[in-house]
């Protein structure tokens, strides 16, 4: 007994460094970020700070800019998200079974995610120009000259999704095969002794072991696709118009160009509120999906 | 005789350059700090040098990008983090700076050198609230750059004059320069008729400024541009700016195939890369023809064009002119420097700054390649031989004529200052971007940007702005 | 036989990867080769065919043109491999343990931290106007032991269990970035003003990394622990080895592909990140991605240098890929043998 105590005493040491560093790293900024969201504090030009009420959250669910930029995000997440997913995993499983020149391909395929986004939206920027860059010259081929990529809402959101696809997919890449990698080899013999065809394989044994971690990999990529700024900012500027701003470029130009910081921390709120309403919805639904394939 | 050896202490010269640290900032380092370079950081960078050879000082330079210099200084300014010295930023955001900036010394503030500097730099857009809080260490406006091989080719002065019935030439007006943008579209002799920036985030709504200084900057009503200098009620819904914003997106039509996406940076190369036969710019088109472009020799600059007709906001009627007046629009104003008064070394950094607005350091500035620095002083006008090292004689006279023109020009439109700068900014690049898009038409964009300012004027305090505004276009204090 | 075909359909695919992941490299590396003139004439893609290669745009980086590279590049290697060694370490711990324990935190005495913490802040900080790091202590050492002596009494409600301080973990990436960088930012100035020196400072900005990077490692490592077999472990305590002598030797080296995957994705997280390195550091610890961002110039985009800027901010991360490619390349053989 004494000894189960003692062992169950241990895992404070572990969890503890961890969880005070992160609690002291983010705990200032949300009890800040809190108080200052239901105050009107504008640095530029300084006005005195007004304590406002939920007026700045009102606001904010009655602009339309926020619902739009809430749908351009939500396109360009889900969008690529699933294409990330979709491709990575079967790169990893290419890779995973060596085909010729893998050890090449696993360096190569992880560099987009190396490069800065910013790096990356400049460098789309050259690709996408309409005058003179290659995927121009590509759709010239096909007659379709000086394509306004960038300027016009509906392709410049798509082009947005295919920079983030391009840029993250090495994620799920890297994940994925480090997944395969460590699953139990032996099973996998067995099935191919008793001459279970490849497909089936995959269905039964691969995907649902690796379902965990698909969960996980889609997870933080959704977290994280939803922060986009950096691409939006150097391409389209959030333009024309306000037709590709993001969630967070809007709190970007509310709280860091006009510092009308009640507002931003008020909408970083809010935009928590969705993401964490996304997550739990995404994971109870993955919880499902991983109970029936128990 | 004491005033004579404080002036030449406070003055720095190169003949001191052997004496041993006058002053003497030995252990002292500057962190100065702006944009990504080349432009400004490398004239900061050739001034350090000279100033640490001097002051046995230590300067170190710190970059970062444009669109983050304003965040970044305010942050550490308004939080005292002492962590710069000498930041260089744009006039645009004095009003906001101000606050946390230091008085220039009154020792700066007179001499030679002091009044070497262009009046409308010195007396205007230096100042903030009766104080001069920034040194002007660039010089800047929108000019309109033009080929000479293509204006005074005979074959394209007959043409034009057989298609429009006047002479080809620098264009008085924007009647004119749309006939020109036109001609030259279609002929064989350039690809395109001009060039001008269109993105968002790309120096846009300056270039929009342009356009509309010549039809609502009023002789008749000075200061009445944005805003009406009595009620503060915003101007930019008025057919004056109607018309510009129709025009500045007729552009289009004579501008290289998706320039929806060309910032000021892009228009650059286009014109010194010989694709357009004018462009809109600040100084910067000019030297990169000369120097690195396919129409070296060939550079000619000219006032922005102007209008003979122009918006009366209190009669609300069009005032007709005898020959059309130019109203040439000091887009930007130029890169200026401040120290912050939490800095720890107040004295050394605006010794240094006196260094890098020094004429003789300046004056170097202007005719060296990527420093981005262009004329502000009355000597770097007048000193036409040094300008031998990048331009032939045509150029340099036309393309320092042309900016000293523009200065010295009786109707010379300021640009927009007032605190809260990016709130105002910010929406009328959203509409602009959505009137250039054919989103919504050009009427609709300005009512709603008109709107959005009233709106903000009330929320920063409609007095408190009214004097700013009156302020920064050099007008006395209402009494009331 | 159906293996074959699935084989050449993984190579196709492969291949069309390739080619769509490595154009714009190969699109970065030649443009950085280019003069003015194969830029703004079209596109174009070989050099000495369809242009004359130039090392100009090189000449102007290394002159220091473009801003100094050398100190970004070594305080970006020293911040970000520090930081990701800390988070990776330390979330593995706390994997770990959330994998291997059980942990009950009730509702309620969370709550009360929540309510004591941020009203006591508020309290002290509006009221009594306590400088930020002092009342944040105080709150600290108030509100933390108190929550843990109420967790451990039988208090009513829900109990929260180790999918939910998993979940606690990974939302504390969820919060965008802008406000909780400003906020950051306030705090290091504050501790400025008392003496403590973390902005633009080594230790600020490993711990804001460390911070940054955790959640993803913890959530990370959790799965791939879930698969080391539990039977090892139980015979290893069976003889009496300590749980810390299990989690080093046994553990750790067993999830090797893993911590290297995590590894990475930190790394590269680290590495780009942005608006933090904005707002913590102004000169000595200033990195990379700042430099970077600020290549499109007052000249237009200057292609050539934006693509000499990127090089140079990819290479140290090829290598670190390689090093750890390798190091991946050895977890699978000992995969297949096993």
């Known amino acids: 007994m004494g000894d189960a105590t003692k062992q169950e005493r241990v895992k404070h040491v572990f969890i503890w460094p961890a969880f005070l560093l992160v609690l002291l790293i983010t705990l200032f900024p949300l009890i800040y970020a809190l108080v200052v969201s239901f105050q009107s504090i504008r640095i530029v030009p300084p006005l005195p700070p007004r304590y406002v009420g939920v007026d700045n959250y009102l606001e904010i669910l009655g602009s339309a800019r926020f619902w739009g930029g809430m749908q351009v995000t939500s396109v360009i997440v889900f969008a690529s998200v699933a294409l990330q997913y979709a491709f990575g995993f079967a790169m990893a499983l290419t890779l995973h079974h060596n085909i010729a020149g893998a050890s090449l391909y696993r360096v190569a395929f992880l560099l987009p995610m190396f490069l800065a986004p910013v790096c990356v939206a400049l460098i789309a920027r050259m690709l996408f120009h309409p005058v003179l860059g290659p995927v121009n010259e590509l759709f010239s081929a096909f007659g379709l000259e000086h394509i306004p990529f960038l300027t016009t809402p509906s392709l410049a959101i798509a082009t947005l999704i295919v920079i983030e696809t391009w840029q993250w997919t090495p994620f799920v890449v890297l994940l994925m095969l480090a997944g395969l990698q460590g699953l139990p080899s032996e099973v996998f013999e067995a099935a191919r002794v008793d001459n279970i065809p490849a497909w089936r394989r995959f269905r039964d044994l691969t995907f649902p072991m690796l379902l965990p971690l698909s969960v996980a990999v889609i997870f933080i990529r959704l977290i994280e696709g939803f922060k986009i700024i950096d691409t939006v900012f150097v391409l389209t500027g959030g333009g024309p118009g306000t037709s590709t701003e993001t969630l967070t470029l809007f709190a970007y130009n509310e709280g860091f160009k006009k510092f009308n910081i009640g507002m931003t921390s008020a909408l970083s709120f809010v935009f928590l509120f969705v993401v964490i309403i996304f997550g739990t919805v995404y994971l109870a639904a993955s919880q499902r999906l991983m109970r029936r394939y128990q | 005789m004491k005033a004579l050896l404080l002036a030449t202490a406070l003055v720095p010269l190169a003949t001191f350059a052997h004496a041993e640290c006058t002053p003497d900032y030995s252990g002292v380092t500057l962190t100065v700090s702006t944009q990504n370079g080349p432009f400004i ?173 010549s039809y609502t900057n009023n002789p008749n009503t000075p200061g009445a541009m944005f805003f009406d200098p009595e009620t503060m009620d915003a101007q930019i819904n008025n057919p004056g700016w109607l018309r510009a914003l129709e025009e500045y997106k007729r552009g289009l039509e004579f501008n290289p195939p998706g320039a929806l996406n060309n910032g000021s940076g892009d228009v650059r190369p286009l014109y010194a890369g010989g694709s357009v036969a004018m462009n809109i710019d600040w100084a910067d088109s000019g030297v990169l023809g000369a120097t690195e472009g396919a129409i070296k020799g ?34 930007f104003g130029g890169w200026q420097l401040a120290v912050p008064s939490d800095s720890a070394n107040t004295e050394a950094a605006w010794s240094f700054v006196a260094e890098v607005t020094s004429p003789e350091t300046s004056g170097e500035a202007i005719v060296t390649a990527n420093t981005g620095v262009n004329p502000y002083r009355l000597s770097h006008y007048e000193n036409l031989e040094t300008w031998g090292s990048i331009f032939s004689a045509n150029e340099a006279e036309s393309y320092l004529g042309a900016q000293r023109a523009s200065l010295d020009s009786p109707n010379v439109a300021l640009d927009l200052r007032l605190p809260g700068f990016f709130s105002y900014t910010e929406v009328l690049e959203i509409e602009l971007s959505k009137a250039l898009a054919g989103d919504v038409e050009p009427q609709e964009a300005l009512d709603a940007i008109a709107a959005e300012w009233n709106k903000l004027t009330d929320e920063f305090g409609r007095d408190k702005q009214l004097a700013a505004y009156r302020a920064s276009m050099g007008l006395p204090p209402l009494n009331n | 036989m159906e293996n074959q075909s699935y084989r050449r359909f993984g190579f196709l695919l492969g291949i069309v990867w390739l080619i769509f992941c490595l154009f714009p490299i190969w699109w970065v590396v030649v443009t950085a080769f280019k003069p003015p003139i194969a830029v703004s004439q079209g596109a174009t893609y070989i050099p000495f065919v369809d242009f004359t290669p130039t090392l100009q745009a090189f000449r102007d980086a290394i002159a220091g043109l473009r801003g100094d590279f050398a100190g970004p590049i070594v305080s970006s290697l020293l911040i970000s491999v520090t930081a990701t060694g800390l988070a990776v370490f330390l979330g593995a711990m706390a994997a770990y343990a959330l994998v291997r324990f059980e942990f009950r935190i009730r509702l309620l005495a969370g709550l009360v931290f929540g309510i004591v913490s941020i009203g006591g802040f508020a309290l002290l900080n509006q009221t009594f106007s306590v400088r930020v790091p002092y009342a944040l202590a105080i709150v600290l050492v108030t509100a933390l032991p108190l929550s843990v002596w109420l967790n451990s009494l039988r208090l009513p409600g829900p109990v929260l269990k180790n999918d939910d301080v998993t979940f606690w973990f990974v939302s504390q990436r969820m919060f965008p970035p802008i406000v909780s960088a400003f906020a950051l930012f306030l705090l290091y100035a504050e501790m400025n003003k008392v003496g403590v020196r973390l902005l633009d400072s080594f230790p600020g900005m490993v711990l804001a990394y460390t911070a940054f990077g955790l959640p993803f490692a913890v959530w990370l490592m959790r799965d791939f622990f879930t698969n080391v077999p539990i039977e090892v472990e139980e015979a290893a305590m069976v003889d009496d080895i300590g749980r810390l002598r299990i989690f080093f030797q046994i553990v750790l080296p067993m999830s090797k592909p893993g911590l290297v995957a995590t590894s990475m994705i930190i790394l590269a997280f680290i590495w780009n990140e942005f608006l933090f390195a904005l707002l913590l550091t102004s000169s000595k610890w200033q990195t990379l991605p700042i430099l970077l961002a600020g290549q499109n110039s007052s000249r237009g985009d200057e292609w050539w240098a934006i693509s000499v800027a990127a090089l140079i901010s990819i290479l140290p991360m090829i290598v670190v890929a390689l090093f750890l490619g390798r190091m991946m390349r050895s977890g699978f053989l000992a995969g297949s043998i096993k």
């Open chain 2, 298 to 331: 060939n550079v000619r600059t000219a006032v922005l064009p102007g209008s003979s007709q122009i918006w009366n906001s209190k009669s609300a009627d069009w005032d007709k002119f005898d020959n059309p007046v130019a109203s040439p629009f000091l887009a």
């Open chain 2, 41 to 213: 950081a490398s004239a900061l960078k050739s001034a350090a040098e000279k100033w640490e050879k001097k002051t046995c000082g230590e300067v170190d330079l710190v970059e970062f990008p444009f669109s983050e210099l304003y965040p970044k200084f305010l942050t550490a300014m308004s939080q005292q983090t002492g962590d710069f010295d000498v930041i260089g930023f744009i006039p645009a955001w004095l009003p906001d700076f101000a606050p946390y900036l230091s008085t220039m010394p009154a020792a700066m503030q007179e001499g030679d050198a002091w009044l070497d500097i262009h009046p409308v730099y010195r007396e205007r857009l230096m100042s903030w609230g009766g104080e001069i809080k920034s040194a002007t260490m660039d010089g800047d406006m929108h000019m309109l750059n033009y080929r000479a091989d293509l204006f005074e080719f005979p074959g394209n002065r007959q043409d034009f004059k057989a298609k429009y019935g006047y002479d080809l030439a620098a264009p008085k007006t924007w009647d004119q320069y749309y006939d020109i943008a036109e001609f030259f579209q279609a002929s064989e002799a350039v690809k395109y008729g001009t060039a001008e920036a269109y993105r968002r985030g790309g120096q846009q709504f300056w270039y929009f400024f342009s356009h509309a200084a």
